[in-house]
């Protein structure tokens, strides 16, 4: 039997009589038939398990859930291959141990959340508690640091809201004084053309109050030195 590989020539596929090159071509196949048995059981969700012994009796296997429960299932299904209703049996027996271990899995998930809020203590022992005691001890570890990182983050805000009013205030205070020092001014310019304005109050003081006693006798004075026609 040949094989026409692109690029290559053709090889016959028949046993290597060079123990080397049979050595090296085992180690290249054999990779690359787990690498396609894990591809086949990721890619298409399948369970694959691949068996594998050497020309040296050396094992080598793949097993994406186990090799052990693979060749269970595989005696089970091949021994009643004929039989359709056994086999259907067999793939629900196989679905009632997958939810029943998820059922399981459920359960110890419960236990567990229990345990961190301090319940259910009572049938843990020593070891157990000390592992609890440790995973207790990590979680508050990560908590503190992240509360310590907000911390952190709230005082650095309120140090820039701090400065910002600061600012803010001796803006204003400089507003307040540079309009004291405009009204001041007002009142100086004002207070000068006040005293350059011509003042007659000074004149008006000056003069004597009028009397009219004075006023008569003046008249009566001047009467009498006038000559009778």
Avoid: W
């Avoid at 009589?17 to 690498?35: D, I, W």
């Avoid at 979680?139 to 005082?155: D, F, P, Q, V």
């Avoid at 140090?159 to 009013?165: A, D, Y």
Wanted: with cysteine; aromatic share 6%; charged share 30%.
């Amino acid at each position: 039997m040949e094989r026409n590989t692109k690029g290559r020539g053709k090889i016959d596929i028949k046993k290597i009589e060079n123990a080397t090159n049979r050595q090296v071509t085992f180690c290249k196949r054999r990779n690359g038939l787990l690498k396609k048995a894990y591809e086949l059981a990721v890619l298409c969700d399948a369970e694959v398990a691949v068996i594998i012994f050497s020309s040296r009796g050396r094992l080598y296997e793949y097993a994406n859930n186990s090799v052990k429960g693979t060749i269970e299932r595989y005696k089970k299904a091949s021994t009643d291959n004929s039989n359709t209703g056994s086999t259907n049996q067999t793939n629900s027996e196989y679905y009632q141990h997958e939810a029943s271990k998820l059922l399981q899995q459920i359960t110890d998930l419960q236990t567990s959340n229990r345990n961190l809020m301090g319940e259910a203590l009572s049938t843990m022992n020593l070891r157990e508690l000390k592992q609890l005691e440790a995973r207790l001890e990590k979680a508050i570890n990560k908590i503190r640091s992240r509360k310590n990182e907000l911390l952190y983050a709230e005082i650095e805000y309120m140090h820039k809201k701090e400065m910002e009013l600061q600012n803010d205030n001796m803006y204003l205070r400089n507003k307040i004084a540079e309009n004291e020092r405009l009204q001041q001014q007002q009142q100086q310019q004002q207070q000068q053309q006040m005293r350059m304005l011509p003042s007659t109050r000074n004149e008006y003081e000056a003069m004597p109050p009028f009397d009219s006693r004075s006023f008569l006798q003046a008249n009566l004075l001047t009467g009498n030195n006038q000559p009778l026609n």
